[in-house]
């Protein structure tokens, strides 16, 4: 299995426009821990095509492919991905109370590493990012699950956890990822190709 991210692809962007390399690339708010916000989330549309170019360039090599990202208009956002990739996805689309979210940011945020390597001044980001709190609002309380499931391409593979539900029955929770992982890896198990 691989992970994707469109952060890495998003902070470059971002760090191009601080240092105006690229003639000022405009649109991006700055905020504390090396976190930044966009003014129209289209700025994150090239993000979003470099995610899509990493993921078709890996589909013969890797049979599963984790691709992570958070976008307040996912319709649009998985277009960007083009008809071959949809028709094979699945979405998890994963729901929790801004308590919650909240906690888990403030938890886990770490700021971006900077260090001189030889003649090179290296910026490494950090995974578990920082994001501003009315980042995450406009991100993450709009966003469209009925209409992502009413997507044709997916065809019934949306699967949905609710943290707030789920944090209370575990039990519950793992059925559902067993059921999820079970229908995503069942066409590689070898019982079911010919001859096996």
Do not use: C
């Not at 470059?12 to 003014?39: I, T």
């Not at 490494?124 to 009925?146: E, F, G, I, K």
Request: no cysteine; charged share 25%; glycine share 6%.
């Amino acid at each position: 299995m691989d992970e994707r991210t469109d952060y890495l692809y998003a902070f470059y962007d971002f760090v191009r426009h601080l240092m105006r390399m690229d003639g000022g690339l405009a649109g991006f708010q700055v905020h504390a821990n090396g976190s930044f916000q966009v003014d129209d989330e289209r700025t994150l549309d090239s993000a979003l095509d470099a995610l899509a170019r990493q993921v078709w360039a890996g589909q013969g090599g890797v049979r599963l492919i984790l691709v992570e990202f958070a976008r307040s208009d996912m319709r649009a956002a998985f277009q960007r991905f083009g008809p071959e990739v949809l028709a094979g996805a699945h979405v998890i689309h994963v729901t929790a109370s801004d308590r919650i979210r909240a906690q888990r940011l403030a938890r886990r945020a770490e700021p971006p590493q900077l260090y001189i390597n030889g003649e090179d001044v290296v910026i490494r980001p950090a995974d578990n990012h920082a994001l501003p709190s009315n980042a995450a609002q406009s991100l993450y309380t709009v966003d469209d699950l009925a209409g992502v499931r009413a997507m044709r391409q997916f065809d019934g593979r949306v699967h949905h956890i609710d943290n707030d539900a789920d944090e209370l029955d575990r039990a519950r929770l793992d059925a559902r990822l067993d059921a999820f992982l079970d229908d995503v890896l069942r066409p590689y198990h070898l019982s079911t190709l010919p001859g096996h």
